[in-house]
C-alpha cells in the first residue's frame, strides 16, 4: 500500500495487485485494515478509526482507491459517483492483441453470475443486464502488447476486463476472462491509473496519480506513452 493523497476528509492509496479492499470469504487481511492501522499509527488516533469504503477494485489489480475519514466525505463521494463525471476514473490496462481500432467507444448490456464471480455481455433485455460503456484508445505499444487507455462511463462489476475480452483483448494475465497465461505474481495488467474530482468538503480540485507497477514491460510501455505525449505537444 502507498498512499498518495491524504487530508482530514479522504485517503486515496495506490492498492498492489493481491490486495483486497473489503473482506470476502477467505478471511484475509484487507486493505481497509491497513489503511485504519496506518492512521491510527500516523495520528496516535485513541479509540476505532473511522474508514469508509467508497468504491472497490478487484484483488488482482493494481491502483488507486478511495477511501473516507469523515461521514460527511463518505455520503458526498458516494452521491458523487451516482453522477456521471463527477469522479473521473482512468485505467491502463496491456493485451497481447492489437484492438480492432486504435480508438473507440465501447457500450453493451452486461450480467453478473455470482455463482463463479463473472462477468458476461448480454442481450438489452436480459433479467439484470444492465448498460455499460467505457472509451479506449491505444497509447503505446510493443511488437507484442498493446497498451490501452480506458475512460470508464459505469462502474459495473468486471467491467473493463468483460468488455475487453468480449472485444477479442482479453487484458494480460486475466485466465478468468481468456487470457492464454498467468502472470507470473499472480496479477491482471489493469492499473486503476488516475483519479480527478473535486474535494467533497474544500471542493478544490484532486488530480492524483498511481505508480507504474515495477516491471519491465510496465515501465517500457510507460516511457513510451510519455514520449508520445511529449510529441503531441511540439
Known amino acids: 500500500m502507498q498512499v498518495v493523497y491524504e487530508d482530514n476528509h479522504i485517503i486515496i492509496v495506490s492498492k498492489k495487485a493481491g490486495e483486497i ?28 478509526v473511522f474508514l469508509g469504503v467508497v468504491h472497490r477494485l478487484d484483488r488482482p489489480a493494481m491502483g488507486l482507491v478511495i477511501f473516507a475519514r469523515t461521514s460527511k466525505a463518505l455520503s458526498r463521494l458516494n452521491e458523487m459517483l451516482r453522477v456521471k463525471d463527477k469522479i473521473r476514473k482512468t485505467y491502463w490496462a496491456i493485451v497481447a492483441k ?51 487507455e480506458i475512460n470508464l462511463l459505469t462502474g459495473r462489476h468486471h467491467q473493463i476486463r468483460c468488455q475487453l475480452a468480449a472485444m477479442g483483448c482479453p487484458i494480460k494475465g486475466d485466465l478468468k476472462y481468456g487470457a492464454p497465461r498467468s502472470n507470473p505474481d499472480g ?32 515501465n517500457m510501455l510507460a516511457i513510451m506513452t510519455e514520449a508520445g505525449k511529449e510529441r503531441e505537444l511540439m
Open 21 to 48: 479492499v473489503q473482506g470476502d470469504i477467505t478471511g484475509d487481511r484487507t486493505l481497509c485494515e491497513d489503511v485504519k492501522a496506518y492512521i491510527k499509527d500516523r495520528y496516535a488516533k485513541p479509540g476505532a
Open 98 to 148: 492489437r484492438p480492432p481500432r486504435d480508438e473507440d467507444h465501447l457500450e453493451q448490456y452486461l450480467v453478473r453470475n455470482a455463482k463463479n464471480n463473472k462477468t458476461y455481455v448480454a442481450r438489452e433485455g436480459v433479467k439484470d443486464a444492465k448498460l455499460a460503456a467505457l472509451d479506449y484508445r491505444v497509447v503505446a505499444h510493443s511488437d507484442r502488447y498493446w497498451l490501452l
Open 187 to 218: 496479477s491482471i495488467s489493469l492499473l486503476a491509473r488516475r483519479l480527478e474530482f473535486e474535494h467533497p468538503v474544500s471542493h478544490k480540485q484532486i488530480e492524483v496519480e498511481a505508480p507504474v507497477p515495477a516491471d519491465k514491460l510496465w
